[in-house]
């Protein structure tokens, strides 16, 4: 049986859409404008920067990155990606939200300046610092994914909170369309101001040399929306569920909640403290109690994030290596350096406006109608059909004729993605665990993406090789070609459907009904008895 809520989480829950919520929209999503932005502008630039530091005089073909500074490049702030949701998740929990959320976003800011700032005249040592300050992006940028999750499901009401945590997560969407567009201005700007022939016509004088501002300043714009957004993350009051659960001080909760929603909100510091001293409301992480009530939740996020990032960045961050096998992108040698940068970025700016950013604004459109669940099995499966479509008949697709169909089947991939799991998997950590571990457990669940998203980086990078010498390129070993690699995609995609069944519907209940904190101790004793008698164990069908 459910306890009377406190009534400043009862406010909050019943509260009805108000300009709070979307500044903590703003406020948040600009941290994962600035996310998107800085992690997917990196392919626009990497075969300008394996021209620059990578191409022999009197090769036939432009330089590009060796495979292990490819890789290096495209994943490192992966690595540091998962090394920052595990840190400032637990930290999240440990200090509270707001005061570690400026600091992810200041490193961030740093990074991104420092990126483009990479200093050397060596190929090894340009490419090496460029990789340090890559890590540290990534690391801030990891922060951001449990504190913005969290941050956001606890300002929200109970009503529209699926929408509100999906639209920050949905600004990833228009992260992603920038990068292109500033890529695009960019170097049609040196393109023009810089006049080059083809590598072909004339190899030296294709690559001149100011290309080499343009990787640097595509880098460095990722610091614009972040520093702008500083000032009032640091003006956001706690979150009440932090302050009133895991701190303690009703006071504060109630204070601060009062001038947010402009309504008189009693401290119920009695109520906190008797919440408070239970024994289901203190165990820990790695307690028996965690195990018993969330580890199947626990484990159906961390999978179904994982082998979600696989495909979706895989796809992503080698969209250019998809584009030039098809056909779509004129031989390296027909270009200059600078227009290279301009085909690519036309390509991804496509994708991103016609299947990626509609798809994240679908999910947050009908995630409080049709729920998580719904969401996140359909996108799985969807995204297995077009994998499997792309893949089987891809001989087909590759024909010159065919290759407008082969981007509109590849940029439904990636619709159902958004509106699918890349989304919900964000949304629903955010919801299902107690306050004291929600960040922790959000941390945890997203840094199991990135682990799927480096193995799905590296991993592409090496399985998309051609077994034919005359189409791999430069340096790398035969692989199992395109074909073999969309297939094994598409496999896993279709084990993401599986472990969607683990993971519970919040759609409708507050964050309490999910975690379990509201509940009488009388009901967490029958529950070990009859498991059905906890509605937060019940998996959707």
């Given at each position: ?9 009862t406010?909050l829950?019943a509260?009805?859409?108000?300009w ?5 929209i703003i406020i948040?999503?600009m941290?994962f ?9 990196i392919?626009n630039v990497?075969k ?5 530091y ?9 330089g590009?990155?060796p495979?292990?500074?490819?890789a290096a490049v495209n994943?490192v702030a992966l690595?540091?990606t998962?090394?920052g949701?595990l840190f400032?998740?637990?930290l999240?929990?440990?200090?509270g939200?707001k005061k ?6 200041a490193?961030?800011?740093?990074s991104?300046?420092?990126s483009?700032?990479?200093?050397g005249?060596?190929?090894?040592g ?7 300050f890559r890590f540290?992006?990534?690391f ?5 994914y449990?504190?913005s999750?969290t ?7 109970k009503?529209?909170?699926?929408a509100?945590?999906?639209s ?5 969407g228009f992260?992603?369309l920038a ?5 695009l201005?960019?170097?049609t700007a ?12 004339d ?14 300043i595509?880098?460095m714009f990722?610091?614009?929306p972040?520093?702008?957004t500083?000032y009032?993350r ?6 009440a569920r932090y302050t009133?659960l895991v ?5 504060q909760?109630?204070q601060?909640?009062?001038?947010v929603?402009?309504v008189e909100?009693?401290a119920e510091?009695e109520k ?7 024994d289901?409301n ?8 965690f195990?018993?009530?969330?580890g199947l939740?626990?484990?159906g ?5 994982f082998?979600l990032d ?5 796809s992503n ?8 096998s098809i ?5 390296a ?12 970025a036309?390509a ?17 459109a ?16 969807f995204?297995t ?7 089987i008949p891809?001989?087909h ?5 065919n290759?407008i ?8 991939t990636?619709?159902f993605?958004?509106?699918g799991?890349n989304?919900?998997?964000f949304?629903?950590p955010a919801e ?6 929600r ?6 669940s997203?840094a199991?993406?990135k682990?799927?998203?480096i193995i799905?980086?590296?991993g592409?990078?090496y399985?998309s090789?051609s077994k ?6 430069a340096g790398?070993?035969a ?7 969309l297939i094994?995609l ?5 084990l993401?459907?599986f472990?969607?069944f683990?993971v519970?519907e919040a759609n409708g209940?507050?964050l309490?009904e ?7 101790e009388?009901e967490?004793?029958a ?7 906890s509605?937060n164990?019940?998996v959707?069908?």
């Amino acid at each position: 049986m459910a306890r009377e809520q406190l009534g400043v989480l009862t406010a909050l829950d019943a509260a009805k859409t108000q300009w709070y919520h979307f500044t903590a929209i703003i406020i948040a999503g600009m941290g994962f404008f600035t996310d998107a932005y800085d992690l997917f502008c990196i392919p626009n630039v990497t075969k300008l920067l394996g021209r620059i530091y990578y191409t022999h005089p009197g090769a036939l073909k432009p330089g590009t990155l060796p495979p292990n500074v490819s890789a290096a490049v495209n994943g490192v702030a992966l690595c540091g990606t998962l090394a920052g949701q595990l840190f400032f998740g637990w930290l999240g929990d440990k200090m509270g939200r707001k005061k570690v959320y400026g600091l992810t976003l200041a490193l961030m800011v740093f990074s991104s300046l420092a990126s483009g700032l990479s200093f050397g005249h060596s190929a090894k040592g340009t490419i090496g610092t460029l990789c340090f300050f890559r890590f540290w992006l990534g690391f801030g940028i990891g922060g951001d994914y449990p504190l913005s999750a969290t941050i956001m499901s606890e300002y929200a009401n109970k009503k529209t909170r699926g929408a509100f945590i999906a639209s920050v997560f949905a600004m990833q969407g228009f992260g992603i369309l920038a990068g292109g567009i500033v890529s695009l201005v960019v170097s049609t700007a040196f393109d023009h101001a810089f006049k080059a022939p083809p590598y072909k016509v004339d190899a030296a004088a294709s690559l001149v040399p100011e290309a080499d501002y343009v990787w640097r300043i595509i880098l460095m714009f990722g610091a614009v929306p972040a520093g702008l957004t500083y000032y009032w993350r640091m003006k956001m009051p706690e979150t009440a569920r932090y302050t009133a659960l895991v701190a303690k001080n009703a006071k504060q909760a109630a204070q601060d909640m009062s001038s947010v929603l402009q309504v008189e909100i009693e401290a119920e510091q009695e109520k906190v403290d008797k919440i408070g001293v239970q024994d289901k409301n203190s165990f820990g992480l790695f307690s028996k109690e965690f195990l018993r009530r969330h580890g199947l939740h626990l484990l159906g996020t961390t999978s179904t994030w994982f082998l979600l990032d696989i495909a979706y960045y895989s796809s992503n961050l080698f969209q250019k290596d998809i584009y030039s096998s098809i056909g779509w992108l004129p031989p390296a040698q027909d270009m200059n350096a600078i227009h290279e940068v301009f085909k690519v970025a036309r390509a991804t700016t496509l994708i991103a406006l016609c299947g990626t950013v509609p798809g994240y604004w679908f999910t947050v459109a009908f995630i409080d109608v049709i729920g998580r669940f719904a969401i996140q099995l359909m996108g799985f499966f969807f995204m297995t059909v077009f994998m499997f479509a792309l893949a089987i008949p891809y001989d087909h697709w590759t024909k010159r004729e065919n290759r407008i169909g082969f981007l509109v089947m590849y940029a439904m991939t990636f619709f159902f993605a958004n509106f699918g799991p890349n989304s919900t998997t964000f949304v629903v950590p955010a919801e299902i665990f107690p306050a004291r571990l929600r960040s922790t457990c959000h941390g945890i669940s997203s840094a199991a993406g990135k682990a799927g998203a480096i193995i799905g980086a590296f991993g592409f990078l090496y399985a998309s090789q051609s077994k034919d010498p005359k189409k791999r390129d430069a340096g790398y070993p035969a692989g199992i070609g395109m074909k073999n690699t969309l297939i094994l995609l598409a496999v896993v995609n279709c084990l993401g459907i599986f472990f969607t069944f683990l993971v519970p519907e919040a759609n409708g209940k507050s964050l309490e009904e999910m975690s379990g904190e509201n509940e009488e101790e009388e009901e967490t004793e029958a529950a070990v008895v009859d498991p059905q008698a906890s509605s937060n164990r019940t998996v959707p069908v």
